[in-house]
């Protein structure tokens, strides 16, 4: 299981560095689940999109807050635990077929 972010969908400015890094992610997720192949191991990576996270809510003002939260068609930030459900479903037995996936659990952000 890997961790993205859906700036790789969005390409916000000022982000360069971080979505490249995370673009990397993305990228092996699928090369992976090929390696390892006939294992029965599934590789996927889960990409949030504006989580109400301190790291998150830090350095912002309530003003960007609010157009962030507005931004997914949800019209909300996720909650950490939106995020814990998708890994949960993904590494638990419901989720055994999904293999090599990028899914980005952003309430419609992207």
Avoid at 71 to 88: F, H, K, S
Wanted: charged share 20%; net charge negative.
């Amino acid at each position: 299981m890997g961790f993205s972010t859906s700036v790789v969908g969005t390409q916000l400015p000022a982000y360069g560095a971080y979505t490249a890094s995370k673009g990397a992610v993305e990228a092996i997720t699928l090369i992976l689940a090929r390696e390892l192949r006939g294992r029965d191991v599934t590789v996927n990576t889960v990409a949030p999109g504006p989580t109400a996270t301190d790291l998150f809510l830090e350095g912002k003002t309530p003003e960007q807050i609010d157009a962030l939260a507005k931004a997914p068609a949800l019209e909300r930030l996720g909650a950490p635990e939106d995020i814990a459900e998708v890994v949960a479903f993904l590494t638990g037995p419901e989720g055994h077929w999904v293999n090599g996936q990028i899914l980005r659990a952003n309430g419609g952000l992207v």
